[in-house]
């Protein structure tokens, strides 16, 4: 069980990022939960939409972590489930 969970972020040189969850440590090799995410442009699934949300989750946190604050978008928000999913 996670009770202080620190997530830490990794660009990878290919440009995927490696994410880990760890109970308190700032060591990635600490990690309880591990996952590489990158961007399935063309996904086609449920799994491949989740590992591109993750995607960009990722990026963000870099972003916020060297100082690229931007205040989120306004508009109006409203709960996902709520959302249609469209099929292509």
Do not use: C, W
């Amino acid at each position: 069980m996670i009770n202080n969970p620190k997530v830490i972020v990794m660009e990878r040189p290919s440009g995927d990022f490696a994410i880990a969850v760890t109970d308190g440590s700032s060591d990635f090799h600490d990690a309880q939960m591990m996952v590489v995410a990158s961007h399935k442009e063309n996904g086609e699934d449920f799994i491949d939409t989740m590992e591109s949300v993750l995607f960009f989750a990722a990026k963000r946190i870099l972003e916020l972590e060297k100082g690229g604050y931007s205040p989120p978008p306004l508009g109006e928000g409203r709960d996902v489930s709520l959302v249609p999913i469209q099929k292509s």
